[in-house]
């Protein structure tokens, strides 16, 4: 889990002797983590940074989770780092990894998961699931809100895990519909899972 740390500036007496300057900040690991992944540009410039401090703010440890997999090969049928994501590949292991919630499989089955809630456009939260038609048909690509109408996700074949832009023309007339996990289902899975595991000895 990555820390967000933030710099305190130090204030000496005047009469004391001076200590050795304190750095002005500590570095934004959420900046870096953006910058590694090459979403931001190096220097850091104020877009860069504001966009670093709304993910840093709102961002769950589930979206943080998430933009580790920034590069991670397109696989039809994957379902881990190791092998590749197709999209709804992409949000299981990122759901279950991150909150214990086992979603199904197939991007249209997630969109129908009754333990998820409708979310309309404008009450996105980074984290909600995102859906799509790009198939010519209803839910038929899935990613995750990360904020500033941006979402990541595993597009298609020869592509990588990524962030784009949902207010692009091509993402903006192809959305679907969003969808949240609610507390109530993370603890219901979670309950679940612990007892379908097996008993220590």
Known sequence: MLLLAAASAAWAAPDAVPAAAAPASAPDPVLQLLQRKGLLPADGAGDAQA???QVRDKASDLVLSAMNFIGVPYRWG??????GFDCSGFTRHVFEMSLGLVLPRRANEQARDKELIKVARNELKPGDLVFFNTM???FSHVGIYVGDGKFIHAPHRGSE???DDMDSAYWLKRFNGARRAVQEAVGATATRLTEAAPASP
């Open 51 to 53: 966009f670093a401090r």
């Open 78 to 83: 994957g379902e881990s780092a190791s092998e």
């Open 136 to 138: 010519r048909r209803a």
């Open 161 to 163: 895990v990524r962030v």
